[in-house]
């Protein structure tokens, strides 16, 4: 709990918390990559784009990351048009008239369609050339095959219901054997990367061992970046990059966009996976101490993050009060509260009730469609922070995370926001 009543603060009103936010980036099309850009130009005119890349607007989608990443590393000028994903809303009928069974992620290339990350990519590769060694590259085949591997054995593991000890000995067994493989190739080349130089093959791999990541993290408790320190090293040097870190998600993101794309995600019920599940959920972060161990990234916290967390929640918060279980008028003060908490770091003690509502936030914020990693973790903390001053129940939780679907994050309503011309179904 807080301190005296001398330490608390009148929550800022929305104009005070504007001249706080963090400036809007005046051009998306330039720049570092960007999950709010439509247009992406890399100092090109546009009428020289060829390519349209469409995928959803919540970046969960892995194989749209995997396009995405290698559109932004190869620097093709290229337009994003964003669509719903079955477990969080209704698909766009334009889309799935242009795509039969609205598969994603599909892009246009000189006005031809193709679906199937694989096949764009083959398709990129040969209008704008290779990213390091091509996908058919003899070194590349068996690496590909690799992928596939881990990510069935990580499916095994985290998918399939276990029956006691035994199964999940075997299940971490039989992921460990191809997670050992992939740190074997990474080992074998000169550099961080796979072959050598970053290529098309790690951006094959990235997609799938973030999730990976994220997910044994939560569910079984297992730190993929601890156990191999040549997955680590990976994940470094793509830290590095600016295009992968405006594509990075974090560990709560993760954790819980995956259950209704896999049909479901099981649960070790070890301490040390209840433990860490908890501090995933609800902080504090980073979720294993010291900071210098932090399994989520290896990059520091940004000087502006709460200012850019605080411009992120203005953006969008007519559609935030709405949403909420509170109501825009129940919200209100409570948000003020917390985002006080966010700028000045004072605590600020909500109305009665109110942290039901701001937990309920706390649980939906998603990166990176809202904002980056550090931002996300400083905008949570002030969100349970000021929860836990509810003078009635400060320990009231929101409602659950649906595991079923994410309709919860229908995009509707806030695409209707920005443009009231926009129909939203129901």
């Avoid at 093709?76 to 209704?90: A, E, L, S």
């Avoid at 219901?161 to 190739?185: L, T």
């Avoid at 040549?230 to 819980?256: C, K, M």
Wanted: charged letters at 25%.
């Amino acid at each position: 709990m807080a301190g005296p009543d001398s330490m608390f603060c009148e929550p800022l009103d929305w104009g005070a918390l504007a001249r706080d936010a963090a400036p809007a980036v005046t051009d998306p099309t330039a720049g570092s990559t960007s999950s709010q850009a439509l247009l992406r130009l890399f100092g090109r005119p546009e009428d020289e784009v060829r390519v349209t890349l469409y995928r959803d607007h919540h970046a969960w989608c892995p194989y749209c990351q995997k396009v995405w990443l290698w559109l932004e590393e190869r620097r093709v000028p290229y337009r994003i048009r964003k669509v719903t994903m079955f477990c969080y809303g209704q698909k766009e009928p334009w889309y799935t008239d242009l795509v039969r069974g609205g598969m994603l992620p599909a892009l246009e290339l000189d006005g031809r369609l193709i679906t199937e990350s694989d096949h764009i990519l083959e398709a990129l590769e040969r209008a704008f050339g290779p990213l390091g060694l091509g996908m058919h590259a003899p070194q590349a085949l068996p690496l590909r095959q690799l992928e596939r591997q881990l990510f069935r054995a990580w499916c095994q593991w985290l998918c399939v219901p276990s029956h006691g000890a035994g199964d999940e000995a075997r299940g971490q067994e039989g992921f460990e054997r191809f997670a050992e493989r992939f740190a074997r190739a990474l080992s074998a080349a000169p550099g961080p990367f796979l072959l050598g130089e970053l290529g098309t093959v790690d951006l094959i791999f990235v997609p799938y061992v973030e999730r990976m990541n994220a997910s044994l993290a939560y569910y079984k408790g297992y730190l993929l970046r601890d156990r191999h320190p040549a997955i680590d090293r990976w994940f470094r040097a793509l830290e590095e990059r600016s295009t992968y870190l405006g594509t990075q998600s974090d560990f709560h993101t993760h954790a819980h966009d995956l259950p209704p794309q896999m049909g479901g995600c099981h649960a070790s019920g070890t301490r040390e996976q209840r433990e860490l599940a908890e501090r995933i959920d609800i902080g504090p972060w980073p979720v294993v101490t010291p900071p210098g161990l932090d399994p989520e990234t290896s990059q520091s916290e940004p000087a502006d993050a709460a200012a850019v967390a605080l411009a992120r929640v203005l953006r969008h918060r007519g559609p935030l009060l709405a949403r909420n279980p509170l109501g825009p008028a129940g919200l209100d003060r409570p948000l003020r509260c917390a985002l006080t908490h966010l700028i000045t770091g004072r605590d600020c003690p909500p109305p009665a009730g109110s942290a039901r509502g701001l937990r309920y936030l706390r649980d939906r914020i998603s990166v990176p469609r809202d904002m980056p990693l550090h931002a996300a973790r400083l905008l949570r903390r002030s969100l349970e922070a000021t929860a836990c001053l509810d003078p009635s129940d400060p320990s009231a939780p929101g409602e659950p995370i649906p595991v079923r679907h994410r309709r919860d994050q229908d995009p509707a309503p806030f695409l209707a926001a920005a443009n009231p011309s926009l129909r939203v179904s129901p």
